[in-house]
Nanobody
């Protein structure tokens, strides 16, 4: 069974940094893009950043120049380095991956369980 396991969330003061990690495990044939989304109470989940299998990155305007997404294909892991954190970055961050498990002819979407990031002012 394919799972996405996140780590690295926590509490940090404004201006600080955190690094999130997400590892995909299970019998995986290939991974297309991997990324991070975030959600606050009462709001829709929003894209933070994604990275394609070829390393092409896309960021939300609100995090450009502060966050950096990267991936280690050998480890099926995606990272999100968050610098210059602001109180408005407070949210539950979810890892996302579009991948093909060995038992499926088509790619499927998977989500992590979410990790809380809280930025104090």
């Amino acid at each position: 069974q394919v799972q996405l396991v996140e780590s690295g969330g926590g509490l940090v003061q404004a201006g600080g940094s955190l690094r999130l990690s997400c590892a995909a495990s299970g019998r995986i044939l290939s991974i297309n893009h991997m990324g991070w989304y975030r959600q606050t109470p009462g709001k829709q989940r929003e894209l933070v950043a994604i990275v394609s299998s070829g390393g092409i990155t896309t960021y939300a305007d609100s995090v450009k120049d502060r966050f950096t997404i990267s991936r280690d294909n050998a480890k099926n892991t995606v990272y999100l380095q968050m610098n210059g954190l602001k109180p408005e970055d407070t949210a539950v961050y979810y890892c996302n991956a579009v991948l093909r498990p060995f038992y499926s002819p088509d790619p499927r979407v998977y989500w992590g369980q979410g990790t809380q990031v809280t930025v104090s002012s």
